[in-house]
């Protein structure tokens, strides 16, 4: 996997996630929220 790919494809996530939290903030947060508590729940 190249520096280029990776570059773009974080680009494009955060493009998309930003879009995302414009249109729909509260399923967003909500993601988040999901995200990081089972984030820490494999982390335990």
Do not use: C, D, R
Request: hydrophobic content about 40%.
């Amino acid at each position: 996997m190249n520096l280029y790919f990776v570059l773009t494809g974080t680009s494009q996530k955060l493009y998309q996630y930003g879009i995302e939290a414009f249109t729909n903030p509260v399923n967003y947060l909500w993601k988040k929220i999901y995200l990081g508590i089972s984030f820490h729940k494999q982390k335990a």
